[in-house]
């Protein structure tokens, strides 16, 4: 039972009755430092029955909290939702919180010498993350430092393409222009670090990758990612195989597309998708970000049953999120990826071999 992430459910739905925008967002922040606690709250609690301090939680939260801790659940909460005539809706919104791991439970899982799976010390470099060439805010020199600092031996940068604007995607002169820095970098830490050249493209409606055949050429590691129809029930079956099936493809990212609390993400037979990907070699990733963890932990069972590759990535988009790796490697632990299968526990020479031959 993960009661941090219990509580922070219940806070969300409570904020999500707010009337005053301040609450809302008061509640909110109250759920998101409770999900980033590293340890169970159940440890806060003081002999007193009081609740240790933790930052940005007030004491309404506080009080919703030590009422969880000792009934199990918020009356509080619950009859405000029955009053407020949106219990539909925030059912719905709890359906959408499946298989979500807290950071206490990430770390439980990485502690966890039970788990047969990769730990920390197996994975040697993360292959999805944005810099400040579209949407993120680490530049390529500090996703060096913060990737050496790691212990890793590489990282992917796989900025937007062009085709998601919304996302400031990048066009193919500043790819050209990233390259020559990557290059430059890549000399000054030659046996030490290398930044493989990436992309994370965008899968269209139909399962093609927005981008051409010979500009796919020109990167080492190609991300296919859905961006849209992440809301709509419809079965994407043959969206999803066909973007596996695309040329050029390496890795499935966020395959589902999904945000916690808020979207479901793709619908498909994900069987199916699995054996395509493992057909086409594509590896299947793990996005770390915590408000995707995508796949989850049971969703990768079934890959590693189709016999798929993984790929473990943060998705950050500063280097504080580079930790988010730690949240897929979590994932691959309760799933009992074998190291082998997952391509960031690779030496590096064998990555880039492997990122060759597509
Ligand atoms: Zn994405």
Same mark, same amino acid.
């Given at each position: ?14 904020a999500?009755?707010?009337? #005053? ?79 979500f791991l ?11 010498k039970?788990? @047969? ?6 994975? @040697? ?10 949407d ?5 020199d ?7 600092e ?9 900025? &937007? ?9 990048? #066009?193919? @002169?500043?790819?050209?222009?990233? &390259? ?13 670090f ?41 079965d ?5 195989v ?33 054996e ?29 049953e ?8 943060s998705?950050?988009h ?12 979590? @994932? ?16 590096l020479?064998?990555?880039l071999?492997?990122?060759?031959r597509?």
């Amino acid at each position: 039972m993960d009661m941090n992430g219990k509580i922070a459910a219940l806070l969300r739905d409570f904020a999500a009755i707010q009337k #005053s925008k301040q609450s809302m967002w008061g509640y909110k922040r109250a759920a998101s430092a409770i999900l980033a606690l590293e340890e169970p709250i159940e440890s806060l609690l003081q002999p007193d029955g009081t609740l240790r301090k933790i930052p940005n939680i007030g004491p309404s939260s506080t009080r919703i909290i030590l009422e969880v801790l000792q009934t199990g659940t918020s009356p509080t909460i619950e009859s405000a939702i029955e009053e407020s005539g949106q219990a539909g809706d925030i059912e719905r919104r709890g359906e959408l919180r499946g298989h979500f791991l807290s950071r206490a439970q990430v770390i439980a899982a990485l502690r966890n010498k039970k788990l @047969h799976g990769p730990t920390l010390a197996d994975y @040697h470099g993360d292959l999805q993350m944005h810099s400040t060439w579209s949407d993120g805010s680490q530049t390529l020199d500090a996703i060096v430092e913060a990737g050496i600092e790691r212990g890793y031996q590489f990282c992917g940068v796989t900025d &937007h393409s062009y085709g998601l604007p919304i996302a400031r995607g990048v #066009s193919m @002169h500043q790819l050209f222009e990233q &390259h020559r820095a990557i290059d430059t970098l890549n000399k000054e830490h030659r046996g030490r670090f290398r930044l493989i050249k990436g992309i994370e493209a965008n899968i269209r409606a139909d399962g093609s990758v927005d981008m051409k055949r010979q500009e796919l050429r020109q990167l080492e590691l190609v991300v296919a990612a859905p961006h849209s129809a992440l809301r709509t029930t419809a079965d994407q079956t043959e969206r999803m195989v066909n973007a596996v099936k695309a040329p050029g493809v390496h890795i499935l990212g966020h395959p589902r597309g999904r945000k916690y609390g808020s979207r479901p993400g793709v619908s498909a037979n994900w069987d199916r998708v699995f054996e395509a990907a493992e057909q086409s070699r594509v590896a299947i990733e793990i996005d770390g970000d915590p408000s995707r963890q995508d796949v989850d932990y049971e969703l990768a069972k079934r890959a590693v049953e189709a016999g798929c590759l993984f790929a473990l990535d943060s998705d950050a988009h500063s280097t504080a999120e580079l930790s988010y790796a730690e949240t897929a490697i979590a @994932h691959a632990r309760l799933a009992g990826v074998p190291k082998d299968r997952i391509i960031n526990c690779w030496p590096l020479e064998r990555l880039l071999n492997w990122l060759r031959r597509m």
